[in-house]
């Protein structure tokens, strides 16, 4: 309905601007880019109750007179039970796009979408900005173009995905029932792995995700990200290293979820440069629990639901430091140099020459600052000489010999 609404809203506008559009089917050009992915992993669902009995004593909740928070809690329960009780129907991301798209592609669409935004919105670009947008347009193409070819080989076949519709034993239906009404009565939840799992997910992809976007148009470095997987005890989840060094940085995870009452899970952060483990951190999780008390006849809590992000923050700060510290920006540092001898005379600390990998002018001939020949921005290496006759810095790798550049050695021939 949204997109449907956000096209109906401009259609009429773009076809007046634009005459010979009249007669095509403008659909896909009137949304965002944004959009496209939504379409792409789009599931549509529809509600199926599993068990009829466990939603009638809900709603004899609702009906019975109590406190207003009571009152709301069956609300939200009912709320709850629903969105559980929801199959998938389509899935098109599963049932059509996966085929022709690797899952990396969702990822770089997102990146070219914020890419989009960003020169669309008139934002501030410099060319290694440029060079990272256009890399980021190019591995799209390079999708859509294989995408392409797949389907042209499949020309109109179509294929249907069956859905599969799990059938739950009585059993079952009765322990969910009763889980139901343990945590109502001892007012407690007693989450399922997956459940355990969304908690540390949301907090830790959402940190990776930070330090992505603030590193990302830095060209000397490379980062590498993987979410967190349910499937995987232990994970390189991020991974920095440097073209300019042999630095590397690594934040790994070792995963362990207890479902089960009154369980504790963890999420065992560790940092580590170059193989040496620098900081630790512990996400924790531990679950609800309780037990049926006979002389009352209802359940009471034996444990509450606590979550622990304690020295999180710290160590978040601490990966931020330990980046500046081992990945300096060494563009930065030059800039720096670079308006001091500007300023008050003596050497540039950069060569009169662009580099030979990035084109940038980057390449460093002060030792302070790095090693004489790289190329801060990306780390290339050149040959890096000094006229004896004009005291130009050159490229021996391409232009003049040992001790001339090559204008002065073209003077010294004609003569």
Known sequence: MY?????????????????????????????????????MTYKAKKLRIKDISKLEVMLEGVKEHGEAVKLVQNYKAIISEMKNNMDIKVDLWEEIFKEYFPESFIEEWRRFCKNRNH????????????????????????????????????????EETEVLE??????????????????????????????????????????????????????????????????????????????????????????YIEEAQQGESEVLLKLVINEKVMEEC????????????????????????????????????????????????????????MYTTAKNGGNSPVADFPCEECGEEYVCTNDDIWEIGTCVNCGAKHEVSTCERCEVTYNRNIYGEEFLCENCMEHYLEE
């Open 166 to 255: 799990y059938v739950e034993e009585e059993e079952y239906k009765k322990e969910l029932h009763e889980l139901y009404i343990m945590e109502q009565e001892a007012g407690v939840s007693i989450l399922d792995a997956n459940m355990i799992f969304d908690k540390f997910e949301e907090v830790i992809n959402l940190f990776i995700e930070n330090i992505d976007d603030t590193y990302y148009f830095r060209n000397d470095i490379e980062i590498e990200k993987n979410k967190m997987s349910i499937e995987e005890s232990e994970q390189d989840l991020l991974i920095i290293s440097s073209k300019i060094n042999d630095d590397i940085l690594e934040v790994k995870s070792k995963l």
């Open 3 to 39: 997109l449907q609404e956000k096209y109906f809203k401009r259609r009429n506008d773009y076809k007046i601007a634009a005459e010979s559009f009249k007669n095509v089917n403008d659909s896909l050009l009137s949304i965002d880019t944004d959009d496209l992915l939504e379409i």
């Open 119 to 158: 020169v669309a919105h008139n934002k501030l670009l410099d060319l290694s900005a440029f060079n990272k947008i256009n890399e980021n347009i190019s591995n799209v193409e390079k999708y859509l173009d294989g995408a392409k070819k797949e389907v042209d080989k499949e020309l109109s076949e179509e």
């Open 282 to 337: 512990s996400l924790k999780y531990r679950n609800g629990g309780a037990e049926f008390q006979k002389e009352l006849g209802y359940y009471l809590p034996t444990s509450y639901n606590e979550f622990s992000q304690k020295g999180f923050d710290e160590f978040v700060e601490q990966i931020n430091e330990f980046i500046e510290d081992y990945f300096p920006d060494l563009k930065d540092k030059m800039e720096s140099e």
